[in-house]
C-alpha cells in the first residue's frame, strides 16, 4: 500500500505541463497490453489503471514505468474511480471470460451486471471525455453503458469490428502479398458471428478489390477469407490461451484518434438510430473518430446483400440485447 501511494504521488510530481489523461478499468491481458502499447506510442501524460484486483494494477503500472527511460516520461500509475475525473479517454477492459459449460448468454448476463457496477463508478467521477469499452460482448455492453450513462452516443464507443477489419485486412495483404497499409476494408455489423464485410467497399491502393483480383489473375476464396477472419480469435485463444496484442494495437489506434482529433475512418461500435434504417442496437460501421468522439457515421453504399448481411447482424445482437436489459 505504501508503495501503491509512492507511485502515484511520484507520478503526481513527475509530468510538468498539460497532455492527454486516460483511464484504463480492467488491467487483464488486454488492459495491461493496451497500457503498454500506449505508453510505447508515448500518447499520454497520464494514464490510471484500476482493477479489483488492486495488486494486479499496481504491478502493471509499476512494469510499465520502468521502460519510461526508453520511451519518454509519462505518469502511469494504478488507482479508483475516483482518477476517472478530467479523463480525455476511459478505456472498458474488464470481466470476466466464458467458463466451461457456460453459454455465450451466461456470459453476456455476467458482464452486463459487472459492467453495471463499474459504469456507475465511473459517473460519480466523470467530468468529460469518451468511455470506449472492449469488454466482451462489446456490441451489448457498449449499448448498456450508453443508456446507463446518458451520455451522447458519440461519446460512447466501443472497440467493435476495429479488430475484425485489422484481420481482414491482413488476410488480404498476406493473400494478395502487398502492403497491408495499401489495404482497404471494412468489417462492419457485430463483433462476432454475424458480422460481415464490405466487399463492394474493399480497395487495394485505390483499385477495387474484385478488379485488382481479376488484373492480377489471382484465385481468391472470399469465403474462407471471412471464415479466416471470425475464426481468428478462437485459433489463438486456443493456441495462447487469450487474444490481446491486436485488441491492444486497436485500442491504442483508437485513443490516438481521439485524443489526437486524426478523424480516422474505422469501423467504431456505436449506438445506431438511423443508418440504413436500423434503430436502438449498438454495432459497427465506419465513422469519423475525432477528439468529439464519433464525429459522424458514414452511410455508405451497400449492395443488396451486403444490406441484408447488416440487417440480419443487427436483428442477431438484438436477440441478445433483449435476453439481458433490465
Ligand atoms: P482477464 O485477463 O481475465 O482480465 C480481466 C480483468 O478485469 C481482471 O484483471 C479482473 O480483475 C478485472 N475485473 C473483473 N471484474 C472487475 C470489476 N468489477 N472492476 C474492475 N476490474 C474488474 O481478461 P482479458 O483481459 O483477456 O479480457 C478482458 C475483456 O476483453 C473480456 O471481456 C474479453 O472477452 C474482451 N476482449 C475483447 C476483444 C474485442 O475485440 N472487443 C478482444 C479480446 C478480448
Redesign the pocket.
Known amino acids: 500500500v505504501v508503495l501503491y501511494l509512492q507511485l502515484r504521488k511520484n507520478g503526481g510530481i513527475i509530468v510538468a505541463g498539460k497532455g492527454f489523461k486516460v483511464a484504463i478499468?480492467?488491467?487483464?491481458?488486454?488492459?495491461?497490453?493496451a497500457a503498454f502499447a500506449m505508453s510505447i506510442n508515448n500518447l499520454v501524460s497520464e494514464m490510471v489503471l484500476?482493477?479489483?484486483?488492486k495488486e494486479?494494477?499496481y504491478g502493471e503500472a509499476l512494469d510499465i514505468n520502468h521502460g519510461l527511460s526508453f520511451v519518454g516520461q509519462m505518469n502511469v500509475y494504478s488507482g479508483d474511480y475516483s482518477d476517472c475525473k478530467d479523463c480525455d479517454v476511459i478505456v472498458i477492459?474488464?470481466?470476466?471470460?466464458?467458463k466451461p459449460g457456460e453459454t455465450r448468454l451466461d456470459?453476456a448476463k455476467k458482464?452486463v451486471s459487472?459492467?453495471k457496477?463499474?459504469t456507475a463508478?465511473i459517473m460519480k467521477y466523470y467530468t468529460k471525455g469518451v468511455i470506449l469499452?472492449?469488454?466482451?460482448?462489446?456490441d451489448i455492453l457498449t449499448y448498456m453503458v450508453q443508456k446507463w450513462t446518458g451520455l451522447p452516443a458519440s461519446k460512447v464507443l466501443?472497440?467493435?469490428?476495429?479488430?475484425?477489419s485489422s484481420r481482414f485486412r491482413n488476410q488480404i495483404a498476406n493473400i494478395l502479398s502487398v502492403d497491408v497499409k495499401n489495404v482497404h476494408g471494412y468489417i462492419i455489423g457485430e463483433?462476432g458471428d454475424s458480422q460481415l464485410p464490405i466487399w463492394s467497399a474493399t480497395h487495394i491502393a485505390g483499385t477495387k478489390f474484385d478488379d485488382y483480383v481479376a488484373k492480377n489473375n489471382i484465385v481468391v476464396d472470399k469465403e474462407q477469407i471471412l471464415n479466416d477472419v471470425k475464426t481468428a480469435?478462437a485459433v489463438i485463444i486456443k493456441n495462447k490461451g487469450?487474444?490481446?496484442y491486436?485488441?491492444a494495437l486497436?485500442i491504442n489506434r483508437i485513443c490516438e484518434s481521439l485524443l489526437k482529433n486524426y478523424k480516422t475512418i474505422m469501423p467504431i461500435g456505436t449506438v445506431i438510430n438511423g443508418p440504413y434504417g436500423i434503430n436502438d442496437v449498438a454495432l459497427s460501421l465506419p465513422a469519423i473518430v475525432s477528439g468529439n468522439g464519433i464525429e459522424k457515421i458514414l452511410e455508405i453504399d451497400l449492395t443488396d446483400e451486403e444490406l441484408k448481411g447488416l440487417l440480419h447482424s443487427a436483428d442477431q445482437i438484438k436477440l441478445v440485447l433483449n435476453e439481458v436489459k433490465d
Open positions: 478499468i480492467g488491467c487483464g491481458f488486454v488492459g495491461a497490453s484500476i482493477d479489483v484486483n494486479k494494477a477492459t474488464a470481466g470476466a471470460n466464458r456470459l458482464n459487472i459492467m457496477d463499474i463508478n469499452v472492449v469488454s466482451n460482448p462489446v466501443g472497440s467493435g469490428t476495429v479488430l475484425d463483433h480469435g487469450a487474444t490481446y491486436g485488441i486497436s
